[in-house]
């Protein structure tokens, strides 16, 4: 997950990379997107990606205190100005050349790597609990991935998901029992 500042940012992203956001809404910082953050630091892990400006920075700061082990990711002034009808010297990500942001969120993401939980499920592991191969897999799958909010996937997608997300097989057999709190819906 990118933390970024709004929906420009979101939208420069797309152009740049396969990524799902957060917008903390401009130079604000309320008490639900540090909830939301939160839960993604803990699921999948966080890159804070804010306007290289004085509200970038103070955005970047509040973010690391209230969600400790984010990852900060950071273009230069010169990345973030626009390049051409720019009487006000605009400064931003919506600005930053789509390579720069590549190769930013890149070096973020393997800085990242060495702080994420590795998943400990694999391939046996799905066969053993009729995610694959059997008659029911299909509709298992389709339940799971209801449950767990990653959607529908082949056995192959489903290994790769679960495994990027950090999913645990205690999480997988809840969700089986159940739901993500193993309480039935």
């Known amino acids: 997950m990118v933390v970024v500042e709004g929906w420009s940012d979101t939208q420069r992203l797309a ?21 939301r953050i939160s839960l993604a630091q803990k699921r999948r ?3 804070v990606l804010t ?11 509040l973010i690391l205190a209230a969600v400790p082990g984010v990852t ?4 230069s002034r010169d990345q973030g100005r626009a390049a051409k009808d720019n009487p006000h010297k605009s400064l931003g990500i919506e600005h930053a050349p789509i390579a720069d942001l ?8 393997q800085q990242a790597q060495g702080k994420r939980q590795e998943s400990d499920i694999d ?3 799905l066969l053993d609990y009729g995610l694959l191969g059997a008659g029911q897999a299909k509709e298992k799958r389709r339940l799971l991935g ?9 056995g192959k997608q489903l290994l790769a998901r679960l495994q990027a997300l950090g999913f645990q097989k205690h999480d997988v057999l809840n969700a089986l029992k159940g739901g993500p709190d193993g309480q039935n819906n």
Request: net charge negative.
């Open 45 to 47: 892990g966080v890159i």
């Open 123 to 125: 391939l046996a592991f």
């Open 72 to 75: 900060l990711a950071s273009i």
């Open 15 to 35: 152009l740049a990379v396969q990524c799902d956001t957060i917008e903390t809404g401009g130079s604000a910082l309320g008490e639900r997107v540090l909830e």
């Open 102 to 109: 590549q190769s930013v969120l890149l070096k973020a993401d």
């Open 51 to 61: 306007d290289p400006d004085f509200n970038g920075n103070r955005l970047r700061q």
């Open 146 to 154: 209801d449950r767990l909010s990653i959607g529908y996937a082949n």
